[in-house]
Each structure stands twice: as C-alpha cells, then as structure tokens.
C-alpha cells in the first residue's frame, strides 16, 4: 500500500498540474503524503517546508496559518490530512554524467536562492535556443511562451501541436533529446555544490531514480557524500533493475528510502513508500 508519493511535478516545472490539482490527484490516489518536487524551483505557493492540510484547501498566504505554524501536525483527524512537503529536483553535473537530487523539506537560504535564478535564467535562454533550431530544422512556428520554468516537455508538447509531423516522443528521440540536433546543454552547478545547497537548505537530500542514469553503479557511489540522505529506492522504471544494487547502498551509506512516482500529470500513486518505509523519513522531516 502506497501512502507517500515524494516525487511531483506541477505546472512550476514541466508538469500538467496546479498545486490544488495535485492535492485533488493525492487524494484520489489515498496518499497520506505527497511532495512538490519541480525541477530547478521551490513551488511559491508552499510556504513551509511540511504543509499539514484537509481534503479540501491548500493553504497559502495568512490562510491556515494554525495549521502551518509548524513543520509537522499531525492533528486529531490524520484520515482527512494531507502532508505536502516542498521539495525540489535539482539537476547537477557528476563529471561523468548529470544526476538528479531530490531536497525534502526545502527551507529558503540566500545561496539557493540565487542559484534557483541562475538556472531559471539559463532555462529560458536555453528554451529560446532549442525553439529556434526547431524552427528552422522544421520551418515550423511553434505556439510556447518560454519563461524560466520552460523545459525541454514544453518544447515536446509544442512540437506535437505543431504542423511538424512529430509526435511528444518522437520529438525527444529525434530532435530536442541529448546529442540530437536541436539539443542544447544546460549550464548545471557542480555535484558537490548543488548537494552543500540542498544540504543547507533541506532537511533530507537524496540521489533519485538511480537506474535512470548509464552508470547506475557510479551514480549510487555518490550516496557516500556524507550530505547525501537518502536514496529513491521506489520509483516507476518500467523496466526490471537490480534492486540488490540500492540495498548495498543503503546498507553501506545508512540511508533513508525515498520514492515516487516523477508524476509529470495527474496519476499520483504510481510508485511511493508504503507505511512502513514512510516512517523514518517522516520522523526525520518532524525534527524541528
């Protein structure tokens, strides 16, 4: 039984939901705990780093200020509570290849702060490159506003809309994904400068979907970095993976477990934490 989803997109990133959407879409899915995890951005709506909310509102601004006047509580009526927690995925440049971070229970620091900026300014100048070579690759126009949550789904998306004779896939595979024509690189922090960031300003860091990356081996290798946390050992590949590899690493580095599902619309559930596995990260987002 699946009660945590800790891995969510909404439409700050590259995902189809609002945050009310996601709510809605974790209560259906009878989700206990679900964090906003959008790329290179802390959601501005979240405005604590553990939200405790019914089933009806999130609360932002002044509105539940008594149920927000803390990370975590529980109150006296868990079953009709949801606990979002502001999170964040951040991309960062391994050496060998770029891994992607999951910070839980994000805190706001100068540092991060800035450098939330720099990659929000180098996404939209990134976005406005990639629309160009598509352009003039297809002699198309496509129909994208490109600001600093653009990413390269965006593009995709505009491009299945489009008059080109691609589909969302095909546009990845032959056109905007790595090495393909219309690809451009990203200007990424270093991996230690974007685990000291999170670690500043999160009060869980953790690897994600290792299995994602070519070196899954090297990639999990990472977790020795005594700023790393976690690792998300739940996660919706598809495909068979060694799980014996991330019980190593756990076992090896004294890790917490993470998972979810990279929710990009609105099926939360996918994958997660069950109670049990849920538990220790949730005591360790508790602390004040």
Request: hydrophobic content about 35%.
């Amino acid at each position: 039984m699946i009660v945590a989803d800790l891995h969510v997109h909404t439409t700050v990133s590259d995902g189809t939901m609002t945050l009310s959407d996601a709510r809605d879409a974790a209560r259906a899915a009878d989700l206990d705990a679900v964090a906003i995890t959008d790329h290179d951005a802390v959601h501005p709506a979240l405005d604590v780093p553990v939200t405790q909310v019914d089933s009806g509102d999130v609360p932002t601004g002044e509105e539940g200020v008594e149920k927000r006047n803390r990370y975590w509580d529980r109150g006296t009526d868990g079953d009709d509570e949801l606990t979002v927690i502001r999170g964040i995925e951040l991309r960062a440049d391994a050496g060998f290849e770029a891994i992607d971070l999951l910070g839980y229970a994000v805190r706001e620091t100068p540092a991060l702060g800035r450098e939330l900026d720099r990659l929000g300014r180098n996404r939209a100048e990134r976005g406005r490159r990639i629309v160009e070579r598509v352009e003039d690759c297809l002699g198309v126009e496509l129909d994208l506003v490109i600001d600093e949550g653009v990413g390269r789904p965006h593009v995709a998306r505009a491009i299945a809309d489009s008059d080109a004779d691609y589909g969302y896939r095909e546009a990845f595979e032959q056109l905007i994904g790595d090495e393909r024509p219309c690809y451009v690189p990203r200007e990424l922090p270093a991996f230690d400068d974007g685990v000291s960031l999170l670690a500043d300003a999160c009060e869980v860091v953790s690897l994600a979907h290792p299995f994602r990356y070519r070196d899954t081996e090297r990639a999990l290798g990472l977790c020795a970095d005594r700023d790393v946390d976690a690792v998300e050992r739940q996660y919706p590949y598809g495909r068979p993976v060694n799980e014996a590899l991330v019980e190593r690493a756990i076992d090896e580095h004294a890790l917490l477990e993470t998972g979810g599902s990279d929710a990009h619309d609105d099926e939360l559930g996918r994958a997660g934490l069950s109670p049990t596995e849920y538990e220790p990260l949730a005591k360790r987002l508790s602390r004040p």
